[in-house]
């Protein structure tokens, strides 16, 4: 007994020991960001430059934009009434257009780091951040679009009025801030982290061709660009750009940075709960013994990562407990058979969004805001983050065959 609460602090404290941060600041961005009008501003500005005949690639990249830094629970109610508020106004299937926003920010969630899930699974699985991020982007762009844009087109025969209270009030120009500053401040983080991925890549550390300059140079670069160091530039520079220079208190600014700590708050616990079970399984000997079966299996070690993954997203619910269980066993597996770590972060994350059904919390959420049934959510989101996680595992499969 001794034995196993030692597990469960170590598997606590070392998940939430790496990723805290990275909810806390998270959810502090999304809050600034959702109450200065930055998100206002993207969506107008999107919308504008697709047409009106294209709203819904316009929510698709509004999905990804936003979903690249934010949760997607945060994501999605910030965008969620935008979407409902635009259909109502253009009298549209209001499903029809915000389908292709939910499957961006659910492939987001899923494949790409900083997101706290594929950001465990690169550090248990020695990925490399930016190389992850770059492949990610990949392969999330093929799934949105079938997800979201093919099979959503199946989804505009079903008409719901939506909520009433998730219509959103419109803002008028001056309310909200300039494109430049909303843009930059919901993309800061991702810009960092590729920088520090790029600049290592032409100047890596300890070239002997090099002078100390470049080494310096990279060395800052990679500092910018971790991610706990990246997020909280960007509160940093959303808390001046959309609150101090747009003439709000500092009193109401903390005030938001609070608010935003306790709504997130419950994350801290599941993640934590999710990294002690996966310590129970890594110290009572489960993952080597199921890494030494996989040796023996057939199948290829991308497929039984994403197998496991989906087998424990269906059973538990919820992808982040999905991914990082799925990682404590893939360590070894990653090891002995000598994979592209990147690869193994992105099959799992693919895994983890395998048919999302009513022990998912996005599940409600869906069906909260778009006012439908559960044989039409099942008929809709659940098919499609079935069809994003299948696209996943064949766009990693399919960048495998060509890198290697």
């Given at each position: 007994?001794?034995?196993?609460?030692?597990?469960?602090?170590?598997?606590?404290?070392?998940t939430?020991?790496?990723?805290?941060?990275?909810?806390?600041?998270?959810?502090?961005?999304?809050?600034?960001?959702?109450?200065?009008?930055?998100?206002?501003?993207?969506?107008?500005?999107?919308?504008?430059?697709?047409?009106?005949?294209?709203?819904r690639?316009?929510?698709?990249?509004?999905?990804?934009?936003?979903?690249?830094?934010?949760?997607?629970?945060?994501?999605?109610?910030?965008?969620?009434?935008?979407?409902?508020?635009?259909?109502?106004?253009?009298?549209?299937?209001?499903?029809?257009?915000?389908?292709?926003?939910?499957?961006?920010?659910?492939?987001?969630?899923?494949?790409?780091?900083?997101?706290?899930?594929?950001?465990?699974?690169?550090?248990?699985?020695?990925?490399?951040?930016?190389?992850?991020?770059?492949?990610?982007?990949?392969?999330?762009?093929?799934?949105?679009?079938?997800g979201?844009?093919?099979?959503?087109?199946?989804?505009?025969q079903?008409?719901?009025l939506?909520?009433?209270?998730?219509?959103?009030?419109?803002?008028?120009?001056?309310e909200?801030?300039?494109?430049?500053?909303?843009?930059?401040?919901?993309?800061?983080?991702?810009?960092?982290?590729?920088?520090?991925?790029?600049?290592?890549?032409?100047?890596?550390?300890?070239?002997?061709?090099?002078?100390?300059?470049?080494?310096?140079?990279?060395?800052?670069?990679?500092?910018?660009?971790?991610?706990?160091?990246?997020?909280?530039?960007?509160?940093?520079?959303?808390?001046?750009?959309?609150?101090?220079?747009?003439?709000?208190?500092?009193?109401?600014l903390?005030?938001?940075?609070?608010?935003?700590?306790?709504?997130?708050?419950?994350?801290?616990?599941?993640?934590?709960?999710?990294?002690?079970?996966?310590?129970?399984?890594?110290?009572?000997?489960?993952?080597?013994?199921?890494?030494?079966?996989?040796?023996?299996?057939?199948?290829?070690?991308?497929?039984?990562?994403?197998?496991?993954a989906?087998?424990?997203?269906?059973?538990?619910?919820?992808?982040?407990?999905?991914?990082?269980?799925?990682?404590?066993?893939?360590?070894?597996?990653?090891?002995?058979?000598?994979?592209?770590?990147?690869?193994?972060?992105?099959?799992?994350?693919?895994?983890?969004?395998?048919?999302?059904?009513?022990?998912?919390?996005?599940?409600?959420?869906?069906?909260?805001?778009?006012?439908?049934?559960?044989?039409?959510?099942?008929?809709?989101?659940?098919?499609?983050?079935?069809?994003?996680?299948?696209?996943?595992?064949?766009?990693?499969?399919?960048?495998?065959?060509?890198?290697?």
């Open positions: 007994p001794t034995k196993i609460i030692s597990s469960v602090q170590k598997g606590l404290g070392d939430l020991g790496s990723i805290v941060y990275i909810i806390a600041l998270g959810a502090m961005l999304g809050k600034l960001v959702a109450n200065s009008g930055a998100i206002d501003r993207i969506s107008q500005t999107l919308i504008q430059f697709f047409g009106p005949k294209n709203m690639w316009a929510f698709l990249t509004i999905g990804f934009i936003v979903g690249l830094p934010l949760f997607y629970s945060v994501g999605f109610i910030l965008l969620a009434p935008i979407a409902i508020t635009v259909a109502t106004r253009n009298k549209m299937a209001v499903i029809y257009i915000g389908f292709p926003l939910i499957t961006s920010l659910s492939v987001t969630q899923g494949f790409l780091p900083p997101h706290p899930a594929p950001l465990l699974l690169v550090q248990q699985l020695g990925a490399n951040m930016g190389k992850t991020l770059f492949l990610g982007i990949i392969i999330s762009i093929p799934a949105i679009i079938l979201g844009m093919l099979f959503g087109e199946t989804v505009k079903i008409v719901r939506p909520n009433p209270a998730f219509v959103a009030k419109e803002l008028k120009p001056e909200m801030p300039s494109i430049f500053v909303s843009f930059f401040s919901v993309l800061l983080p991702v810009i960092l982290i590729a920088l520090s991925s790029i600049i290592e890549m032409v100047f890596p550390i300890n070239s002997s061709s090099q002078s100390n300059l470049f080494n310096q140079c990279n060395q800052w670069f990679s500092f910018l660009g971790n991610p706990v160091v990246s997020m909280f530039l960007s509160v940093l520079f959303a808390i001046y750009f959309l609150g101090i220079r747009r003439g709000k208190k500092f009193s109401e903390t005030s938001q940075l609070t608010d935003s700590i306790k709504e997130v708050a419950m994350l801290f616990l599941i993640f934590g709960g999710a990294g002690s079970l996966k310590q129970i399984l890594v110290d009572g000997g489960v993952s080597n013994m199921i890494a030494e079966m996989m040796s023996h299996s057939s199948l290829h070690p991308f497929i039984l990562g994403w197998l496991m989906a087998f424990i997203r269906v059973s538990v619910g919820s992808s982040t407990v999905a991914g990082i269980t799925t990682a404590g066993f893939f360590v070894p597996v990653v090891q002995s058979t000598g994979v592209d770590p990147n690869l193994m972060v992105l099959s799992i994350g693919a895994g983890s969004m395998m048919f999302a059904h009513v022990n998912d919390t996005g599940f409600w959420l869906f069906k909260e805001y778009f006012q439908l049934s559960i044989k039409e959510i099942i008929r809709s989101y659940s098919i499609m983050e079935t069809i994003i996680s299948t696209a996943g595992l064949l766009g990693v499969l399919c960048l495998n065959y060509l890198m290697y």
